[in-house]
């Protein structure tokens, strides 16, 4: 199916190839919407994010750190769609005029952080992989790589931000994981993976970045605590997060509580960041849900902005 003339098709599998198709269409279609490369992954595919509106006030979506969740990608590019459409017919969306909100704030939308390991959920490993011998190892000898989360050499991207980064590492170690593997290894050092690095640059170097509201699934939850004492807006914004999705504030526990990229922005940088956990069930969790989650998604992906 066609949203408008963006080949956005929410019947299949999103992958890298499927998200610069749209973004091309995007950019085609709607000739204010930006589109900047955070720079490539481990494979040397490209990795775009979108800038939308002209404010002083930025704010961050960020999709698909993880393999099996690429359905927050597809997510993100029909929030995308739905801004720009509204942005050029001067509509509102849950009380929130889209000519305000373009004026006063500008959206970075980062669809998809961790293309390479998308790729191999969705299509497996091809054996011209240069990594194949060490993927196929890392990945317990099997093929399948249908649960796999982490990035192109098995590091998974939300554990290797900066942030309790050693004290998981025991964690780690206590779990049997010492080396790559398909989930929760969190490499050598924090930000020792290109996707991850480029990511916190681009954060750092952003300094009007009020914001960042990062997707996963699952289980209709929000993690806004990063093991610190947290400031009232923070605590505020996870309240009518909650809210506006009515999905439940929940404590990070165990292994979850360390080294994300919610993490780093509240512990390290004191910055208003969220990780909102979309749909139920099993990951990855079937397309079928990714209409409803939107549906219920929509106003607070809209709305988050105004926090600021
Ligand atoms: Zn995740």
């Not at 390479?116 to 790589?145: C, K, W």
């Amino acid at each position: 199916m066609r949203y408008k003339n963006i080949p956005l098709d929410f019947s299949k599998p999103f992958d890298s190839n499927a998200l610069s198709e749209c973004a091309q269409a995007l950019s085609d279609q709607y000739p204010f919407l930006g589109i900047g490369y955070l720079g490539k992954s481990i494979l040397g595919v490209d990795i775009p994010y979108f800038i939308l509106g002209e404010g002083k006030k930025e704010i961050l979506y960020v999709g698909a750190h993880h393999g099996m969740e690429w359905i927050t990608s597809l997510l993100l590019v029909r929030f995308l769609l739905d801004a720009c459409e509204l942005a050029e017919r001067k509509k509102s969306i849950h009380q929130v005029p889209l000519e305000f909100l373009l004026e006063r704030y500008t959206l970075y939308v980062l669809p998809m952080l961790n293309p390479d390991g998308v790729g191999y959920q969705i299509h497996g490993v091809d054996e011209a992989n240069p990594l194949y011998g060490r993927l196929i190892s890392m990945n317990g000898g099997s093929t399948d790589f249908s649960r796999w989360q982490a990035n192109a050499r098995g590091v998974d991207l939300n554990h290797n931000y900066d942030a309790g980064f050693w004290e998981y590492k025991q964690i780690e170690l206590d779990n049997g994981i010492e080396n790559g593997a398909p989930t929760k290894y969190s490499g050598e050092c924090p930000e020792s993976e290109p996707e991850v690095a480029y990511l916190c640059n681009f954060i750092r170097f952003h300094e009007n970045i009020q914001g960042i509201l990062t997707l996963h699934t699952q289980g209709e939850e929000i993690f806004y605590q990063a093991g610190c004492v947290l400031s009232r807006k923070q605590e505020r914004i996870a309240k009518e997060l909650s809210a506006l999705t009515d999905y439940r504030l929940s404590r990070t526990e165990g292994s979850a509580c360390f080294g994300g990229l919610t993490d780093w922005c509240v512990q390290r940088l004191g910055l208003p960041s969220y990780t909102l956990e979309c749909g139920k069930g099993e990951n990855p969790l079937p397309l079928t849900q990714a209409i409803p989650i939107y549906a219920r998604l929509r106003r607070a992906l809209f709305r988050f902005p105004l926090f600021f």
